[in-house]
């Protein structure tokens, strides 16, 4: 880069709001963003400035690929297995850490319920939630897996691996990896009025006991089939096997409980969308010695 475009790139290059560095060209970030439904025209200048930073030639990677980023946190357990199953596809998102408990108007506009992650794809609405993305990649993209399809074409298949997205997103997260990544992890990062503090040794507590019945779940399903929800590997698999990982790094899984389920999760952590996530590591938090593993 000529001393000139060098200075000029210095003078004009600003913070985007999503904390990736791009030439000044970008408008301001999106004024009187308020948190309700979001619809394509409205985050339209969102995908401005994204664009504007893609073209940028001074942009640190230059793979000028169609354009895909994923609102995440690393400890967020959904945003994790949405990492996986991108992997799964052969995808290679732009990956945006978003604290979500800082309320930021421009993500509070791709989605309002304010949580991560969410999906962006060029020129389509933000989408918003786990489950959701899941079936957004599976309606876009899922004839590409041929036979390793994530979500069975048959309809019973299809149930079974809801129910089960289900079990995991919303019930497994309430009862053990949402409570352990809070009060272990993410507490550290907000201020008092945030939620932040000293961890709860009783949310702790709780935790620690409820993941035993659900390993126990997880070893019956897979005693009594191959994957989680039928004979193929599925985003059922993807979604348990991610949630764990997040409280696996912390050493929160006891694992000599049960065999079948940790055979199980060796075969789903052994799966090349899972190294990106085993690669990582936080500072001033060490993961459990058996985190990145592969035959634990
Ligand atoms: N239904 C959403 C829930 C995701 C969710 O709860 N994300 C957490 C982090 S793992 C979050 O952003 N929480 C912030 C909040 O609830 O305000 C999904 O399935 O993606």
């Known amino acids: 880069m000529s001393p000139k475009a060098g200075a000029r790139a210095r003078e004009g290059t600003v913070k985007c709001p999503h904390r990736v560095e791009h030439c000044g060209k970008a408008p301001a970030p999106l004024e009187g963003a308020k948190p309700y439904f979001a619809t394509f025209e409205r985050v339209k200048d969102l995908y401005t400035v994204a664009s504007r930073w893609y073209a940028c030639p001074l942009r640190p990677h230059s793979n000028r690929i169609p354009m895909l980023t994923l609102f995440h946190h690393p400890f967020c357990p959904h945003s994790r297995f949405i990492r996986i199953a991108v992997g799964e596809y052969g995808l290679n998102p732009t990956l945006i850490e978003e604290r979500s408990w800082e309320r930021r108007d421009e993500f509070l506009v791709l989605n309002p319920a304010g949580t991560t992650p969410v999906l962006l794809e060029e020129g389509r609405p933000p989408v918003p939630g786990a489950g959701n993305i899941a079936e957004y990649l599976d309606e876009t993209r899922?004839?590409?897996?041929?036979?390793?399809?994530?979500?069975?074409?048959?309809?019973?298949?299809?149930?079974?691996?809801?129910?089960?997205?289900?079990?995991?997103?919303e019930k497994f997260f309430a009862e053990v990896s949402g409570p352990l990544v809070t009060e272990r992890v993410l507490k550290r990062y907000m201020t008092p009025e945030q939620g932040g503090g000293a961890p709860e040794p009783d949310a702790i507590r709780a935790a620690l006991a409820n993941i035993r019945y659900h390993l126990a779940y997880i070893s019956w399903l897979v005693r009594t089939r191959n994957w989680l929800a039928?004979?193929?590997?599925?985003?059922?698999?993807?979604?348990?096997?991610?949630?764990?990982?997040?409280?696996?790094?912390?050493?929160?899984?006891?694992?000599?409980?049960?065999?079948?389920?940790?055979n199980w999760y060796a075969r789903v952590k052994s799966r090349p969308s899972f190294r990106p996530l085993l690669a990582e590591s936080f500072p001033g938090i060490q993961p459990s010695r058996t985190y990145a593993d592969l035959d634990f």
């Open 230 to 262: 039928g004979e193929r590997m599925s985003y059922a698999d993807l979604a348990a096997a991610a949630h764990l990982s997040a409280i696996d790094y912390l050493g929160d899984v006891p694992w000599s409980q049960d065999e079948a389920a940790k």
């Open 142 to 169: 899922g004839d590409t897996l041929n036979s390793h399809r994530l979500l069975p074409t048959d309809i019973g298949g299809r149930v079974e691996v809801r129910r089960l997205l289900d079990w995991f997103n």
